[in-house]
Structure formats: structure tokens, C-alpha cells
């Protein structure tokens, strides 16, 4: 089952964009990807490096969006506030089986990894789902476009 939500590294890129600006370089950019979490099994501690089912082949290429742009909008659901932003992977020619999707920003992360530079880490990562809500795990040689929204609750 995939770890929904923020890693222990999107926890940290969370607070320190919220709270203290001045230890983090503000990266605007956020890359999305998807990969086989039945597989790749993430869990709250796991970093980009642990996912290894990123398809690799086709048309595939890693999503981004835009922080402070119309790429995120917010909206109330189920009493929490909601950040939500769509990509669509193009995945023509894509073999491989996904069932999840995570978020990829670069950022020094010297609480959690003692680093001392900029990395891409993994800040947030959940299952795909179907328009009516249930699971999916897709095999994408049977497609040539997925859409996936990153929704994060905010309360």
C-alpha cells in the first residue's frame, strides 16, 4: 500500500517553506513522476534514490508544476483545506506498470540528511486512482496519456 503524503523530507521542506524561509533556497519548481509502489514500497523515510520503477522508455517524461502560479489551486474538502495541482504524462510507447505518483523537489536538507548542499528528494507520493476513487495500477502500454493530481490536505 502506498505511504500517502508527506515523507519525513516533505515534512521537513513543508516547514521550512512555512516557517523558516531563510534556511531553505525556495525552489518554485515541483517535478512529479509515477512508479510501481508495489514494488518500490516507499514508506514516510524513503527518498527519491528508493524509487527504482520510474518507467524509462517511450514518450514518458517526469511532470512539474509551479508553486505561486494558476498550476496550484485551493479548494475545501471534507472540511480540510486542499492544495491540488494536475499534470498529464505522456506515455506513448511507455511499458512498465505504475500504481503511484510522488513529488520531487530539490532543497538542502541538513535536518533530516545532515547535507550540506541542494538534492532532489521525495516530498510527497500517492496512489493512483480511478474517477470514481478506487485504486488503479496501470500497465501503460494500454495508454497513451495519464493524468494524476497531487492533492495535498493543508488542515
Known amino acids: 500500500m502506498t505511504s500517502t503524503g508527506l515523507s519525513d523530507y516533505g515534512e521537513e521542506w513543508e516547514h521550512k517553506n512555512a516557517f523558516r524561509q531563510d534556511l531553505i533556497t525556495r525552489d518554485t519548481t515541483i517535478e512529479v513522476l509515477l512508479y510501481d509502489d508495489s514494488t518500490d514500497s516507499l514508506t514516510d523515510s524513503s527518498d527519491v534514490g528508493d524509487i527504482t520503477t520510474e518507467p524509462t ?43 503511484a505518483s510522488a513529488c520531487v523537489v530539490d532543497f538542502q536538507s541538513d535536518v533530516v540528511n545532515a547535507e550540506t548542499a541542494q538534492n532532489p528528494h521525495h516530498i510527497y507520493s500517492a496512489g493512483l486512482t480511478t474517477p470514481n476513487g478506487g485504486p488503479l495500477s496501470a500497465d501503460l502500454s494500454a495508454y497513451t496519456s495519464l493524468e494524476s493530481t497531487v492533492a495535498l490536505d493543508l488542515a
Open 57 to 99: 522508455d517511450g514518450n514518458y517524461t517526469r511532470q512539474t508544476f509551479t508553486l505561486d502560479s494558476a498550476d496550484v489551486t485551493f479548494a475545501v474538502d471534507a472540511g480540510d483545506l486542499r492544495a491540488e495541482a494536475t499534470v498529464t504524462f505522456d506515455v506513448t510507447g511507455t511499458t512498465g506498470t505504475v500504481d
